[in-house]
T-cell receptor, first 115, second 112 residues
Framework: DAGITQSPRYKITETGRQVTLMCHQTWSHSYMFWYRQDLGHGLRLIYYSAAADITDKGEVPDGYVVSRSKTENFPLTLESATRSQTSVYFCASSLDSHVGRDTQYFGPGTRLTVL | AQSVSQHNHHVILSEAASLELGCNYSYGGTVNLFWYVQYPGQHLQLLLK??????LVKGIKGFEAEFIKSKFSFNLRKPSVQWSDTAEYFCAVTDSWGKLQFGAGTQVVVTP
């Protein structure tokens, strides 16, 4: 039971480079989410997706791009990384979140450092 | 925009002590309330959740939370903590659109 996985787990990159963080879930959950976790801010929603080819912005979407061509994958791309994007990134999924009651299941996180 | 406030950023207590973590939210409409926990080196996971009905909700590992609508609060409690309860605890709220808003988290350290 793989659940929800993220890769890479750790990444160091330089300012201006493009970085893609991968998220894969094996439950066929409809909803997927990307969060960033920063000290003092908890987790903040970057983007979410209600189904394949349906994505929407969260609280902090600037500088990020997402796509969802397949239900099981939800990659997050930093088009031109900045130091302020140094953070821990969590992917999550839920079966059905249209009324906000479903449990979200989280991946292990990706620790990204932008030099 | 709704917000979620957790009263304490760090809590240190001894085994067998009682734990209460405060959580207040600002949203005035119908909300769904959650407590998530992140144990060291593990995924964030659900402790408990509240949608409606009995305002006292019981979750896993002996945790419970009480929803007080008049105070916009959803405080987490455990009568007697163990060393294994050392973790970071997050309160979270969703509105009817389903977006989850997290508090800043409370780091709890339980000493033997």
């Amino acid at each position: 039971d793989a659940g929800i996985t993220q890769s890479p787990r750790y990444k160091i990159t330089e300012t201006g480079r493009q970085v893609t963080l991968m998220c894969h879930q094996t439950w066929s959950h409809s909803y997927m989410f990307w969060y960033r976790q920063d000290l003092g801010h908890g987790l903040r929603l970057i983007y979410y997706s209600a189904a394949a080819d349906i994505t929407d912005k969260g609280e902090v979407p600037d500088g990020y791009v997402v796509s969802r061509s397949k239900t099981e994958n939800f990659p997050l791309t930093l088009e031109s990384a900045t130091r302020s994007q140094t953070s821990v990134y969590f992917c999550a999924s839920s079966l059905d979140s249209h009324v906000g009651r479903d449990t979200q299941y989280f991946g292990p996180g990706t620790r990204l450092t932008v030099l | 925009a709704q917000s979620v406030s957790q009263h304490n950023h760090h809590v240190i207590l001894s085994e067998a002590a009682s734990l209460e973590l405060g959580c207040n939210y600002s949203y005035g409409g119908t909300v769904n309330l959650f407590w998530y926990v992140q144990y060291p080196g593990q995924h964030l996971q659900l402790l408990l959740k509240y949608f409606s009905g009995d305002p006292l909700v019981k979750g896993i590992k002996g945790f419970e939370a009480e929803f007080i609508k008049s105070k916009f609060s959803f405080n987490l409690r455990k009568p007697s903590v163990q060393w294994s309860d050392t973790a970071e605890y997050f309160c979270a709220v969703t509105d009817s659109w389903g977006k989850l808003q997290f508090g800043a988290g409370t780091q709890v350290v339980v000493t033997p």
